[in-house]
């Protein structure tokens, strides 16, 4: 394994031979920063591939799941968060250049499994993340951090859109 690219790997004993198949866990960190909207996988962010890669006739295809960590604003709340998550992949490494650039090379018998995980990474990067499924977000009118207790509003006694529902709502009245 190069220190300094941890994710090339060296693919000639697979090359040409059918049915060959090797197992690798990689682990490094993201080389660049990836972001979607406001969700962001910082350079640097571990980097985990577990992967399969298997002879195929016109290559060798990788599968497997790529596992780091993302940060972002709270969509509910604005504080931040993060979390780990993965995310898996299926792709074909090909011999031969692809011009539509649908499939990753083979570059003196090497793979660049980062570039895969890279790809399946950004497709799944959450768009409106939480910084947990519970949060309770901003108080609409103060602005104030559910999370951190009630606010003043809270103890308000009664909204008046739900009086106006109360008028609407049949009469608990025992009947004679
Ligand atoms: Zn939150
Ligand atoms: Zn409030």
Redesign the pocket.
Known sequence: MDAVRPFVVNVADLIHRPGARRHELLTGQISEEMHVAETVVAPNAPLEIDVVIEEASEGVVASGTAKTVWTAP??????P?TSVFSVEFQELYSHHVDPEGETYPIRHQTIDLELVAREAILLDLPLAP???EA???LCPSCGA?L?DGPCPCATVPSDHRWAALNVLLPTTEPEH
């Not at 709270?74 to 504080?79: F, S, T, V």
């Open positions: 709270c969509r509910r709340c604005l504080g968060a939480l910084c947990s949060c309770r977000g951090d999370n």
